[in-house]
């Protein structure tokens, strides 16, 4: 899911601990940044928006921050939030995803990066075993072969970062121009087989990576902070000769960056491999350092919590400028992309997860007029007939609550918030092609996306046949597990994913089992599942945790009811009912200013009970958790479905069919980089810390730790 565990040293608590710090420490840098005047607010469309702000920003046409994102950030004025404390976890505590998260919904920022990476993962599998099929389609053969590498040029300095990572994207988009031309025409950039000859590249996938020097950080050094860096994963048709390749590469690359020095101990070109050979998802393996964060989340814990905006000291204002700089370089820079046959995989994944906007039919009377309906879920819950590498997600099965020191207090959930853990999963999982489409003739794309539909195998409505998906998934962890037993050499490493098979295998069959019992209830052609919405019970839980980090104190009245309460700071209060505000305007309807007795009630229920008993006892009531039913059928039938071809493809186009592609990299124009001329040249090319992972591109990372952050 969202937050990986692959390695046995490590634990989902630690890594969950840096996510929320990092997440705190970028809202209040971001905060910081515009009252400071370093990023600017866009302009709201209409005057009805407008609000009256405690720190006045500067306001463009197209600023760094959306309107509203600012005003809440100002209104909140860096109240401890997220506070998140909640975690959902499969049983082996190797994977989870945030429970609730309260969230500026800002692009790049920790949590919603982790929040919302599980399907991005499991998206970039689908999209390799398409691009699978499309070969085997067009060449008779899904084989092809995949390499790494990651190429580098001098770190530059500040103030240099968004002209520089311009001029990257282009030079970057000339190099596999020309690697695809160098097949096709016989000229240009061409990597060879063993025996010398040139071999046909397929597809890439591109990813721009900035990280920032944390020894220069450190002594607000501005000479060589930043290291942009660009990770290529490549497909080939046939297996290539690495040293030739390598050299033929780092030549091409170095005579497109000749004004400048580049350093071979910074280069890298390999095949792409899974340290863990038992992978059960080894086409994430392939593409893993391509879809990493533009900037790892953990940088900004060396960044400083700004407290006093209006009074930086010169080491946060070099810092700040700094964080600033990378935020405006990444913001709406297009930092992934991908070609060939990976673009086209893209464009069919794109074409499902698209799918057609419809009059909306349903209850909720806050809901649009409109809404957008698709069989991305149920193409990601079923797979293709002759794939022989099966996903099978992480099931959530627990709820983790951190306590003080970092580590968690691991709780099973009950069968009824497993299915709202899960709602995810198995919200429109199963779906039929209806019959008789008709699809534009002439069309080799229509053909091919038809072909594509043809060879997947989408579960069936109903209960019964979820279940025997998932049943299909047990069977695949029990094979994985035989095949560590008996090729996993390292004991340590034998058991570490012994044991984690053994967990997921646990937590499939947990979900069988509560869906077995409503089958038995309610026959096995059911297609919709109750449970109830527990969003409302982890705001209360949420604003409870921040309620204590703020040191409240409860103030009673002569029947001893709570009627008041204080905290650490005069202004909490009303920062509080601004934030929670946003999310319940029922509750906080009369509160401009101090929080409800509903609320301080609660509160003193919280300081009597455990977390997981403050939730069972606000579960109990349907004001808190309202029913909430689990359609696990798309709703895209005949009707829609033709509707949804129709819309995709213009057949009286001259050009073929219209499908929205994401766009080349945005480029800067091409500009001269002034050479570094630094002597100490092995310095020139990395974060400033001798650690195992790519920073320095001395090594490159296990393909196996995923960093899920393509933007398809």
Known sequence: MAIKIKDS??????????????????????????????LTVTKPKDNKHKHNFKHQPILSDNGDLGYEQYYHLDMTDNVVIPHVT???????NTAGRVVYIDNTRIAHSPLRELNEASKRTQTMVKVLDTAKQLQQIRSGSSEFCSYMTTLTIPNCNKDELDQVVGSMSTRITAVIKA??????????????????????????IVKIEITINQVKLKTCDSQGIFHPHIHIVLITANELALGPSRRILFHYWSNKNSDMILSRKAFNFKKAYSKNQMDSDDSTSIVAEATKYATKPTMYKLLPTIKDSNNLTSDDQFKLEIFCEVFKTIKGRQLSRSYGLIRDATGFVNFLKNGIMVKYRGNNPMHGKHERISIFDAFMFGNYNDNKQIHVPDIMTTRNELIPGGNFNQVDLSDDELLYANKGLLSGATWELPDNIKWPSNNQKADE????????????????????????????????????LHTVLDASERSFQYNDLLHKGEDVRRLVRILEDVCDQYGDDTTTLTTHDYSQIYRDVDLMQVMDAHHATLHYDSYGKPDDVTFDEPDVERRLVASYKKHDDVRFMSATAFLPREILIEYGVWLKHTPSEFIDNLASYTSHAPELEIDTVSKMDAKTTQKWINK??????????????????????????????NDDLDHLFDDGVGDDDDDDNTEINSLSDVFPDLKW
């Open 179 to 204: 690697l695809q031309d160098g097949y096709r025409n016989g000229n240009g950039l061409r990597l060879v087989d063993h025996n010398g000859r040139p071999v046909q590249i397929l597809g890439a």
């Open 86 to 92: 909640m975690v959902y976890s499969n049983g082996a």
């Open 648 to 677: 995709a493809f213009n057949v009286s186009s001259s050009n073929g069919p219209q499908i929205d592609f994401h766009t080349m990299f945005t480029s800067a124009k091409m500009s001269q980089v002034q050479a570094d001329n």
């Open 449 to 484: 996306y038809k072909e594509l539909l043809t060879r997947f195998g989408f579960v069936q409505p109903g209960l019964g046949n979820i279940i025997d998906q998932l049943q299909s998934w047990i069977q695949t962890i029990d094979q994985r597990k035989d095949k560590v």
């Open 9 to 38: 040293s490590k634990t989902l608590s630690g890594k969950f601990d840096t996510y929320i710090k990092s997440q705190y420490k970028f809202l209040s840098l971001v905060h910081a940044g515009a009252i400071n005047g370093l």
